[in-house]
């Protein structure tokens, strides 16, 4: 397996763009790590089922002499063997040197990519080339911010980092190379996207350095919803819960991943899969409008705020079919996660979470909404046991505070919830704000992929795609 197969993979498999850079600086690190390496390992263990891939930089180590280079090669020993590693060196020299640099970085280190500075021309970033199965992501438009002063100069009207992306094609003699380019220049990678539609980019700048996420993923996400890996250091290792703001990080990617996808539904550039996935939300997407549980028009909600599309699926207990059909979409993204229980918000989940316990055998509880006076006086229907994962069932979302709120018990009772499961998604903030608390939001659909559906059957006319599609934006 090449490394750009390894990424691709594992990107599927968590769904996520996030690059974690392990960038330790010892001023920083609390006291109660014995060192570096122990710091990056409760790191890696926060983020180990969120991170696309690792980027340590070398430079943090180096600094800290022999200590330092135990500490990288601890790090790295510690990383799980199906997460990639970039390491980030930027080496470049004379063809000879720049292969003790490929074989220290690639044999000695044993990474999976590296970071190559183009600068020696074809004959130094060869030797990085040649070994066929690992990654090289060249530095074209660099987040810092000087970078312009080199890398802006212009030859015939063409800046040299537009040169730097044409050039690494034709180094590259076919195989695949990626570009480091930073979010703190959008136009730029919108510009070399447009000139290389399949490269991958490797995009720092985020956070720290003041680069806009939502731009640069607008700049330079692939059709696909791929192409890209975003890197996070220091705004994770050093925020007050890495894990919540890993959590966060990888929502804001997702909703902006093919325009406000739910942050777990993986787009993949599997056409077979991803088009059995269209068909069968085309197909839901017409029952729930036949039934009634998809209306349009102007409503007010409980907030008094207008909306031009009512939701209500509460209708889906009228409709057997279509209710054990809605099970089976549960079904297909419980699948993909860990559980020992599953647990249906009253009212209008406690109907779905029933038919999915019978589709998928798995045991349910749900929370009163009104604490019992009698009797037991359990507030926790159902059988269950301190430290069991649980995953939260409801219809659909708007904001994160009810589900919440519906968690309150589960975590009083010392059950484990991490994730919630819903139908569909209304792209309100709720996957942002569950992420925020440490939660991670799955939909079975989008409110948008519902209406383009709707769309595409002629269900639902252009005019009123575009006004719902409008409210979403206004929402967002």
Known sequence: MTFWQKLESRIHRCDSLLCVGLDPDPGRIPARYAGVADFNKAIIDATADLAAVYKPNIAFYEALGERGLRDLRETLDYIPDDIPVILDAKRNDIASTASAYAQAAFERWGVDALTVNPYLGRDGVQPFLSYEDKGVFLLCKTSNPSAAEVQDWAQGGEPLYHHIARLASTWAEGREIGLVIGATYPAAIAEIRAASPRTWFLIPGIGAQGGELENALRAGLRPDGLGLVINASRSILYAKDPRVAALALVAQINVARGGGRSPTTSPGPMPRVRESRRRKLAALSRALYEAGCVRFGDFVLHSGAHSPVYIDLRRLVTYP?????????????????????????????????????????????????????????????????????????????????????????????????????????REQGGALELAAHGYRLHAVMTLRELVDNLAEEDLLSLADAQRVRDYLAGAS
């Not at 229980?341 to 055998?361: D, F, K, M, Q, S």
């Not at 069932?393 to 994730?419: C, F, H, N, R, Y």
């Open 321 to 425: 079919r279509l209710l054990t059909e809605v099970a089976r979409a549960y079904a297909r993204v419980l699948a993909l996660l860990q559980y020992d229980r599953i647990c249906a918000i009253p009212y209008a989940g406690l109907p779905i979470g029933t038919a999915v316990a019978l589709e998928t055998g798995a045991p349910l509880i749900y929370p009163r909404r009104e604490v019992k006076t009698y009797g037991t006086r359990r507030q926790i229907e159902g059988e269950y046991q301190a430290g069991e994962r649980v995953v939260l069932l409801d219809d659909v979302i708007s904001s994160g505070a009810s589900k919440l709120e519906a968690m309150e018990p589960l975590l009083a009772e010392k059950l484990v919830v991490q994730d919630v499961v819903v139908l569909l998604d």
